[in-house]
């Protein structure tokens, strides 16, 4: 119980950060193109164990596995609800086809390549065991997404399509992170693979998977209609609205966690019902309750997560874990895990128009989604929450393993000591490459606003004042777009 006592206590320090980050943030995020969760992070290292051993979730001992399990499965249930309610009314069924397409073999592809890195850069591992740790990292989630969803730099420079899309699918697939990491695990601790793969069917997708959409679906569905009648009957206001942004999403993850199915889905999926005849939405789109939930949770989670990174676990020669092997993972999945299927099969999402959009999907849909939001302060505050689901995964996944003895006894026990080190270090490399990413762009966009007002001045002087005038026009307009709008093709000159 002192334990329990001793990291509620703690938890002062997260929200102290916030508090922190408040009263600059924005001149940071507007003059420095650094956003929250950033921020966030670089405070909970400096406040974590690895620096100044002021906030150590891992000192909580058992409890460690457990809270941080629920702080993360509470932040994703409540990203992923607003998510279904953001999206356009009836956007599931109208678009089945192409969220077939992005969500099931795009994950199946990154999961089956992500987990040969694996497998070759740590050979300790088997190749199931690489699978296990590959589940972690499949999920884009929606949160993520969310970050080029709002906002008039979103709304200006990536189409709508393409878009919602991206956050349909990256809702979609944060949930079905789960029947890919059940039949690793089953298939690690089981004896038979009859019993390993009978149980993934029936436990991981028909239990797990179909019961949990169908439930939150029917909870969503509805709450809608009893808001509805309320609304008509006056027993309601525009708060009671904004409220369920909260209530409902925290309900329907406590029912479908006492059921035992796939809580992260049913959220998604009441979420959908909740807005599927787009009532709900234009009751609450103009409110910006959900922003300041998202703000305020991605502070404290972020801040939770820096202080909760193993470092010293990064250096581990006992288990084959090196630094440089964890860059070169980082890099691969940067490069591999989504790009090569998308170019593949762009064609057969509609909402993918050319080559570019589906090199824009594959990169920025999971990794680099936030300069999006960096270079739109209006952008949703949700971003760079691949974070967040792989460590939540990667938690979920020790509970079903055994705790690990020194030296581990067999792959399971090898597994369970590695699958946070692994998963942690690819977290941390994402967050590093957007916080070194914003700033560059930034800079370039600065260099060659300078660069073209230099051309356009010394034009000036010995052109005509028409032929002045269009080159301005057109400077302006370059000088305008920013290294990203170049590279993907997404900005066009009017």
Same mark, same amino acid.
């Given at each position: 119980?002192?334990?329990?006592?001793?990291?509620?206590?703690?938890w002062e320090r997260p929200l102290s950060g916030g508090v922190y980050f408040s009263l600059v943030s924005l001149l940071i995020k507007e003059?420095?193109?650094?956003?929250?969760?950033?921020?966030?992070?670089?405070?909970?290292?400096?406040?974590?164990?690895?620096?100044?051993?002021?906030?150590?979730?891992?000192?909580?001992?058992?409890?460690?596995?457990?809270?941080?399990?629920?702080?993360?499965?509470?932040?994703?249930?409540?990203?992923?609800?607003?998510?279904?309610?953001?999206?356009?009314?009836?956007?599931?069924?109208?678009?089945?086809?192409?969220?077939?397409?992005?969500?099931?073999?795009?994950?199946?592809?990154?999961w089956v390549v992500v987990a040969a890195f694996i497998h070759v850069l740590f050979p300790k591992l088997d190749y199931l065991s690489a699978?296990?740790?590959?589940?972690?990292?499949?999920?884009?989630?929606?949160?993520?997404?969310?970050?080029?969803?709002?906002?008039?730099?979103?709304?200006?420079?990536?189409?709508?399509?393409?878009?919602?899309?991206?956050?349909?699918?990256?809702?979609?697939?944060?949930?079905?992170?789960?029947?890919?990491?059940?039949?690793?695990?089953?298939?690690?601790?089981?004896? =038979?693979?009859?019993?390993? @793969?009978?149980? /993934?069917? +029936? $436990?991981?997708?028909?239990?797990?998977?179909? &019961?949990?959409?169908?439930?939150?679906?029917?909870?969503?569905?509805?709450?809608?209609?009893?808001?509805?009648?309320?609304?008509?009957?006056?027993?309601?206001?525009?708060?009671?609205?904004?409220?369920?942004?909260?209530?409902?999403?925290?309900?329907?993850?406590?029912?479908?966690?006492?059921?035992?199915?796939?809580?992260?889905?049913?959220?998604?999926?009441?979420?959908?019902?909740?807005?599927?005849?787009?009532?709900?939405?234009?009751?609450?789109?103009?409110?910006?309750?959900?922003?300041?939930?998202?703000?305020?949770?991605?502070?404290?989670?972020?801040?939770?997560?820096?202080?909760?990174?193993?470092?010293?676990?990064?250096? =581990?020669?006992?288990?084959? @874990?090196?630094? /440089?092997? +964890? $860059?070169?993972?980082?890099?691969?999945?940067? &490069?591999?895990?989504?790009?090569?299927?998308?170019?593949?099969?762009?064609?057969?999402?509609?909402?993918?128009?050319?080559?570019?959009?589906?090199?824009?999907?594959?990169?920025?849909?999971?990794?680099?989604?936030?300069?999006?939001?960096?270079?739109?302060?209006?952008?949703?505050?949700?971003?760079?929450?691949?974070?967040?689901?792989?460590?939540?995964?990667?938690?979920?996944?020790?509970?079903?393993?055994?705790?690990?003895?020194?030296?581990?006894?067999?792959?399971?026990?090898?597994?369970?000591?590695?699958?946070?080190?692994?998963?942690?270090?690819?977290?941390?490399?994402?967050?590093?490459?957007?916080?070194?990413?914003?700033?560059?762009?930034?800079?370039?966009?600065?260099?060659?606003?300078?660069?073209?007002?230099?051309t356009t001045s010394s034009s000036t002087t010995s052109s005509s004042s028409k032929m002045s005038t269009d080159h301005t026009h057109v400077?302006?307009?370059?000088?305008?777009?920013?290294?990203?709008?170049?590279?993907?093709?997404?900005?066009?000159?009017?």
């Amino acid at each position: 119980m002192h334990v329990l006592v001793a990291a509620l206590a703690d938890w002062e320090r997260p929200l102290s950060g916030g508090v922190y980050f408040s009263l600059v943030s924005l001149l940071i995020k507007e003059r420095l193109y650094v956003n929250e969760v950033v921020l966030g992070t670089v405070f909970g290292i400096i406040i974590g164990p690895f620096v100044s051993n002021i906030f150590a979730p891992r000192s909580w001992g058992s409890l460690n596995n457990a809270i941080t399990l629920e702080v993360t499965r509470i932040v994703l249930v409540i990203g992923l609800f607003a998510a279904g309610v953001e999206l356009p009314r009836a956007y599931m069924k109208t678009h089945a086809k192409s969220l077939l397409v992005m969500v099931v073999p795009t994950m199946a592809f990154g999961w089956v390549v992500v987990a040969a890195f694996i497998h070759v850069l740590f050979p300790k591992l088997d190749y199931l065991s690489a699978l296990c740790i590959a589940a972690c990292l499949t999920p884009t989630d929606p949160v993520t997404c969310a970050a080029i969803t709002h906002g008039e730099f979103a709304k200006k420079h990536v189409p709508e399509d393409l878009r919602h899309i991206l956050l349909a699918e990256a809702a979609a697939n944060d949930g079905l992170a789960y029947p890919f990491l059940s039949i690793s695990i089953y298939l690690t601790v089981e004896t =038979s693979v009859q019993t390993a @793969i009978g149980k /993934w069917f +029936l $436990v991981g997708w028909l239990y797990q998977v179909v &019961l949990g959409t169908t439930l939150g679906a029917v909870l969503g569905l509805m709450f809608s209609k009893l808001m509805n009648i309320s609304r008509k009957q006056g027993f309601i206001n525009h708060g009671s609205y904004i409220a369920q942004y909260l209530a409902l999403p925290i309900f329907t993850m406590g029912v479908a966690s006492t059921v035992g199915v796939d809580d992260l889905l049913a959220a998604f999926a009441a979420g959908c019902a909740m807005s599927w005849d787009g009532h709900f939405y234009q009751q609450t789109k103009d409110d910006s309750f959900s922003f300041v939930i998202d703000y305020v949770l991605n502070c404290c989670c972020f801040i939770y997560i820096g202080a909760w990174l193993p470092f010293h676990a990064y250096d =581990s020669p006992e288990y084959g @874990i090196t630094p /440089w092997k +964890l $860059v070169l993972l980082v890099i691969a999945i940067l &490069l591999l895990r989504r790009i090569p299927f998308l170019l593949a099969v762009y064609k057969l999402v509609p909402e993918i128009k050319s080559w570019q959009q589906a090199l824009f999907s594959g990169h920025f849909g999971e990794w680099l989604i936030s300069i999006w939001h960096l270079l739109s302060p209006q952008v949703s505050e949700s971003c760079i929450q691949m974070g967040v689901s792989a460590v939540f995964v990667s938690t979920l996944a020790l509970t079903r393993l055994p705790t690990p003895e020194n030296p581990p006894a067999d792959q399971a026990q090898y597994l369970a000591a590695t699958i946070q080190p692994i998963v942690s270090f690819v977290v941390l490399g994402s967050l590093v490459i957007h916080g070194l990413s914003i700033p560059f762009f930034n800079v370039g966009r600065i260099a060659r606003s300078n660069t073209f007002s230099s051309t356009t001045s010394s034009s000036t002087t010995s052109s005509s004042s028409k032929m002045s005038t269009d080159h301005t026009h057109v400077a302006d307009q370059i000088a305008s777009m920013t290294s990203l709008d170049v590279y993907f093709g997404i900005h066009h000159i009017q």
